[in-house]
């Protein structure tokens, strides 16, 4: 019943932009906190950014601090990662989280790939 698809991924040259949108049904989206994930290959998964319910307080990792921006429309029911000034370690599937229970709620992920 819940679902979270992820949108936006696919290959740019670094130092581009992408945006990834987060489109959710089956909950009350504005009631929870949003996140976004990513994993590389090999790799642990990585928290990226969180967003609170209504989008007032965000919060970021370190590697994309400055560079990555969460953001939210409760009225789309979607949340966004603005992902700007892309290196090559930003290569990763990107996944979409909502905050609700324990687990929460995955999105299917998206490729992002950064190389030349």
């Known amino acids: 019943q819940v679902q979270l698809v992820e949108s936006g991924g696919g290959l740019v040259q670094p130092g581009g932009s992408l945006r990834l949108s987060c489109a959710a049904s089956?909950?009350?989206?504005?009631?929870?906190?949003m996140r976004w994930y990513r994993q590389a290959p090999g790799k642990e998964r990585e928290l990226v950014a969180s967003i609170s319910s209504s989008g007032g307080g965000t919060s970021y990792a370190d590697s994309v601090k400055g560079r990555f921006t969460i953001s939210r429309d409760n009225a789309k029911r979607t949340v966004y990662l603005q992902m700007n000034s892309l290196k090559p370690e930003d290569t990763s599937v990107y996944y979409c989280?909502?905050?609700?229970?324990?687990?929460?709620?995955w999105g299917q992920g998206t490729q992002v790939t950064v190389s030349s």
């Open positions: 089956g909950f009350s989206f504005g009631s929870y906190p």
């Open positions: 989280y909502a905050v609700r229970g324990s687990p929460g709620y």
